[in-house]
Structure formats: structure tokens, C-alpha cells
Nanobody, 127 residues
Framework: QVQLVESGGGSVQAGGSLTLSCTIG????????LAWFRQAPGKNREGVAS???????AYSDSVKGRVTISEDKTKNTLYLQLNRLKPEDTGIYYC?????????????????????WGQGTQVTVSS
């Protein structure tokens, strides 16, 4: 079992930046595919980025070039650097984990592929 706790959300103006963190607790000895999802009010949860055990990353088209996912295994922490934020980036950002060393890009289209979720952190971007 693994526990995920997000932090770092907040309110920023368009064009600003934020760094989200996700601390990973519990059974961290296994290999995980890690990802960030987000959910805007009234919309489905959508994948933002994923990273596998070998640090290979995948990004959704909506954030590609503006977002960087990374992991510090020494700190058991997953990060999401958000740059050039837009109002449409507003939503609750969730950290997710799947017990698998590989991440396939299509996992970002299917939240059900992830078995462990954090409680989320709110990101609000004003125009």
C-alpha cells in the first residue's frame, strides 16, 4: 500500500508558475508508474503527465512544453513544475500511482489504470 499527499497548489495569475509536490509514503520499495491528473469543475479527470521507474516522462498535449514532471527517489517525492499557466489549467491536481515499473502514454487517458490517489491540491489561475 502506498500513500500520496499533494502540496504546493495556490492562486496565480496567468503566465505564472507553480511547483506541485507529492510525497509518497508506505510501501515505497516497489516500482511505480507515477502520474499527475487534474479535474476542473464539471469536467472529467484528465491526465497531465506521467513518469516511469526509468524517469521516462509523457505529457498530455494540453500541457506539453509548459510542464515538467520529475521524481526525487531519495526524498520519495514526485514534482510537477507548471509554467506559463493559463486559466484553463485551473483545477484540482491529483497525484496517482500504479504498481508497475513502466508507464504507457495511454494511461493518461484512463485514470482507472491508477490504483492509488492523493487527496488533491487546488490550482487557480486568474486572467
Amino acid at each position: 500500500q502506498v500513500q500520496l499527499v499533494e502540496s504546493g497548489g495556490g492562486s496565480v495569475q496567468a503566465g505564472g508558475s507553480l511547483t506541485l509536490s507529492c510525497t509518497i509514503g508506505g510501501d515505497t520499495d516497489n516500482w511505480y508508474c507515477l502520474a499527475w491528473f487534474r479535474q476542473a469543475p464539471g469536467k472529467n479527470r484528465e491526465g497531465v503527465a506521467s513518469i516511469d521507474w526509468d524517469a521516462d516522462a509523457a505529457y498530455s498535449d494540453s500541457v506539453k512544453g509548459r510542464v515538467t514532471i520529475s521524481e526525487d527517489k531519495t526524498k520519495n517525492t514526485l514534482y510537477l513544475q507548471l509554467n506559463r499557466l493559463k486559466p484553463e489549467d485551473t483545477g484540482i491536481y491529483y497525484c496517482a500511482a500504479r504498481l508497475e515499473s513502466s508507464c504507457y502514454s495511454w494511461y493518461l487517458d484512463e485514470p482507472a489504470q491508477f490504483h492509488h490517489w492523493g487527496q488533491g491540491t487546488q490550482v487557480t489561475v486568474s486572467s
